[in-house]
């Protein structure tokens, strides 16, 4: 990663629907915090998830992004969220549409960021 290169992106509707479809140039595994704009846990979890987001930088083939439902709340009845902030992760997939897992709410929330990191980075690795 360059110097000046953000270790979270922030996706558009279009770039958050391309990643769901697979169409992408290369397959990568997408990680998303999907967050709204009067969320505060979502807002509270944003240096959480972007210290995990840049303790990978060096590995090649994953992208962690981050996508506003607030740009299209609708997205968040078709992959069934029920809530923010959600977190997702996007896998890859042989001649089909891309395998997408959410994150499943903690049994004991952190009440500051709802996520905790350790759970986040269990969740990126398993079934990578």
């Given amino acids: 990663m360059k110097s000046d290169e953000k270790a979270v992106i922030r996706l558009s ?3 958050f629907k391309q990643i769901l479809s697979g169409d992408t140039p290369e397959p ?3 990680i998303i915090k999907v967050y709204s704009n009067d969320c505060h846990l979502c807002h ?3 240096e959480y998830y972007e210290s995990v987001a840049e303790s990978y930088v060096d590995e090649r083939g994953i992208h962690f992004f981050v996508f506003n439902i607030n740009d299209s ?3 968040k009845k078709e992959l069934g969220i029920n809530g923010v902030p959600t977190i997702l992760k996007v896998l890859p ?3 089909s549409k891309p ?3 959410s994150l499943a709410d903690p049994d004991n929330p952190n009440k500051h960021t709802w996520f905790r990191v350790g759970d986040i980075k269990a ?3 398993k079934e990578r």
């Fill in 13 to 15: 509707t279009s770039g």
């Fill in 44 to 46: 509270n979890l944003k």
């Fill in 99 to 101: 395998a997408v897992t």
């Fill in 123 to 125: 969740f990126i690795e």
């Fill in 93 to 95: 997939k042989a001649n």
């Fill in 73 to 75: 709340p609708h997205i």
């Fill in 28 to 30: 990568i595994t997408s």
